[in-house]
């Protein structure tokens, strides 16, 4: 049982080199795809991601709840797919509808702070399923500093989620220009 962060920028080729340790494993694999499509643009790119896929993977789509189907997915002899941890962000961030002033602190909503845990407790619990997992993340916080607060508060707790993950892994793999490199664990 193996647990794999494989994070990188935008275009980098982290989800491809994931989907490449998923069919090279030789296990039953289950796509846990985080994203939602709230408007055209999104829906298109969903749409391409799902046609790429392979058809023997099953596909469980939760945009919120990431711990609870990570632990209702892993069984012996699967592999789980997570793409993508700051899509998965987003949504926690943004799940009360509210917008966030672009001025002063940023209060995120409990359910951020409550799931975040219950992913940290997936990640724990899942070594006795005898499970494999692959999750993706961005890498955002290796450019300038951005402008506004949501933006800045996105990119913190992005680098955190990252962090927190990347200690509970067994391999970390930052992936840039397709190359992938490997920061814990050594390669896969």
Known sequence: ???????????????????????????????????????????????????????GWTTVEEPLRLGDAILRQAHLGRLLLVDCLTLWLTNLMFSTGETYPDVGDIALP???HSERAHLLYALAEIEESGCD????????????????????????EAGR???????????????????????????C
Do not use: W
């Open 161 to 187: 989620l990252n962090q927190a993950v990347a200690a509970a892994c067994d391999r970390a793999v930052l992936v840039a220009a397709g190359l992938p490199l490997h920061l814990k664990g050594g390669p």
């Open 133 to 156: 997992l692959v999750l993706v993340s961005n890498e955002v916080g290796m450019g300038i500093v951005p402008y506004g607060a949501i933006s800045r508060c996105f990119t913190d």
């Open 1 to 55: 049982m193996t647990r794999t962060l494989v994070f990188g920028g935008a275009r980098s080729g982290k989800s491809a080199y994931a989907e490449q340790l998923a069919r090279a494993s030789g296990k039953e694999v289950v796509y846990i795809a985080t994203a939602q499509a709230g408007d055209g643009e999104m829906a298109t790119r969903i749409a391409h991601h799902r046609v790429q896929r392979p058809a």
């Open 110 to 112: 409990e359910l951020f």
